[in-house]
């Protein structure tokens, strides 16, 4: 974060483009009032102690349904701090997929051991920064094994930081959201990273990332991550 | 995770072809769901499973499809079955990490098939560090080499598993959903076989080696050197596994 460079002013950026910043914002803006919504729905189970993961899925269960109900998401729930609960150091209440099934924990394939979440991006940043943030696009080896764009906000409870509320919104609903605004302003989303979230040049494919000296002006989409490049 | 792969003999294939059309898949379907939650952990070793007939009422498939899922969890070291009184299946997840496991797998292998399996991952994952090259930021390369054992730590649970999470990492660098699942599924297959000589400290050296040199080309944008790098990790890992094949036989 803090890495977006921030170069034209918006009087230069067309209408179009402001419109598709606009667009890209209110839809995360969405998702995280969604998370706040689960968050607080936490913070009583969160200070029970000790915490049991069995106790953690049943507040979070309900929560994580409306959320997903609520929104073309593909997943979402509450991802533990390393530690915070009493029976497991690493958890995930987290459901996915049309069957919205229990992630619980993660392994990785080949070792059979549990992945340690807390060096990824979408667990660490919120973590580290106290706000919301926005990963991706990256393939998550660790949830869903898709493509995706993943919400975090960090749950804080008594001065604590007990772990992330996420939603995972896929690239390919994020491209069927975005695509007319992202055409009609013949730009392309990017993350701060300069890597494309989705681009009005069908040959751009997401995921590439823009070299520094093919960058236009960049409209920031609010406090998000993410911007649209124009030029 | 999800997406296991599972083998796909010629006459499970046929079997498919004329099985009643909507049992197709759902031996599939069945086997795969109590795999994911075997290799997660949510079914927990030693614990027994529902009967044939209890699952298959439990799931709403056929007694003969559940009974075909448990044929290919048996296959796959995941359960194991017992006869007699208290007979039943039994999930095995130990058997991931016991090394007698892997060495009789091993044994079982022709070397032919041990360099066919060889060659899909090193192909794969070659083709990964080359796109990995393009796509991957200086973050990217951070996270891939904080997952390195600490210098001086020659656990060999650390290093299969820090390897392990390095090839999923790496594949997904290359941006594509497909691909990632593609190696999760090769590395259920092969990985813990693969990772048998990371054991032995000198091929620890070795491998770090090779994963510096990787995380080097990364950084440079280099997908020639990224290449040549996991390119030659892998060569001398199916080497030394086919010299300890080589000794079970």
């Known amino acids: 974060m803090g890495s977006m460079v921030i170069e034209g002013a918006s009087g230069s950026a067309s209408p179009a483009a402001l419109a598709c ?43 994580t349904r409306d959320l997903l109900a609520g929104l073309p998401l593909f997943g979402g729930g509450f991802v533990a701090a390393p530690g915070f609960l009493a029976d497991h150091h690493l958890y995930l209440a987290w459901w996915q997929g049309e069957e919205q099934q229990l992630l619980a924990q993660s392994t990785v394939s080949g070792s059979g051991d549990p992945v340690d979440y807390s060096r990824v991006e979408w667990y660490r940043t919120p973590v580290e920064t106290g706000r919301a943030h926005v990963t991706g696009p990256f393939v998550d080896y660790v949830c869903s094994d898709e493509y995706m764009l993943t919400t ?47 681009s009005a040049d069908p040959r751009v494919p997401t995921g590439r990332l823009i070299a520094p000296e093919q960058r236009g002006a960049l409209i920031p989409c609010g406090d998000l991550p993410l911007g649209v490049l124009v030029g | 995770m999800t997406s296991t792969s599972s083998p796909r003999h010629g006459t499970r294939t046929r079997g498919a072809i004329f099985a009643p059309l909507e049992d197709v898949g759902r031996a599939v379907r069945v086997e795969q769901r109590l795999a994911d939650a075997i290799r997660s952990g949510v079914l927990r070793d030693g614990e027994r499973l529902p009967s044939e007939s209890e699952l298959a009422a439990m799931l709403g498939v056929a007694t003969v499809t559940a009974r075909e899922a448990l044929v290919s969890l048996r ?15 039994y999930v095995t997840r130990a058997k991931l990490h016991d090394p007698d496991a892997q060495a009789a797998r091993l044994a079982a292998m022709s070397r032919v098939e041990l360099h066919d399996r060889g060659t899909l991952h090193l192909v794969v994952l070659a083709g990964c560090a080359e ?22 730590d020659a656990d060999p649970g650390h290093w299969r598993h820090a390897d392990a999470e390095l090839h999923l990492t790496l594949a997904a ?50 997908g020639d050197a990224a290449r040549k790098a996991v390119r030659r990790q892998l060569d001398r890992a199916v080497d030394e596994l086919a010299v300890l094949h080589a000794s079970y036989r």
Request: charge should be negative; hydrophobic fraction near 45%.
């Open chain 1, 21 to 63: 910043a606009r667009e890209v914002e209110a839809y995360f803006q969405g998702v995280i009032e969604a998370l706040d919504v689960v968050r607080s729905g936490l913070e009583d189970v969160c200070r029970r102690t000790p915490l049991l993961a069995a106790d953690l899925v049943a507040a979070a269960h309900p929560l």
């Open chain 1, 152 to 198: 975090t906000v960090p749950v804080e409870v008594d001065g604590r930081i007990v772990g992330v509320v996420g939603a995972d919104t896929l690239l390919d609903t994020f491209e069927s959201l975005l695509l007319g605004a992202v055409r009609e302003a013949g730009a392309a989303v990017v993350n701060q990273s300069f890597r494309v979230v989705l």
């Open chain 2, 75 to 89: 296959a796959q070291g995941l359960i194991s079955t017992v006869r007699g009184r208290n007979g039943g299946s």
């Open chain 2, 131 to 152: 796109l990995a090259a393009e796509y991957a930021d200086a973050a990217d390369v951070d996270l891939l080499a904080s997952l390195l054992p600490e210098a001086g």
């Open chain 2, 173 to 222: 660098l290359s941006q594509s959903a497909r691909m990632t699942r593609q190696v999760v599924g090769l590395e259920a297959d092969f990985g813990a076989l693969l990772r048998q000589p990371l054991g032995d400290p000198e091929f620890q050296a070795f491998t770090r080696t090779c994963h510096e040199e990787l995380f080097t080309a990364l950084r440079a944008h280099d």
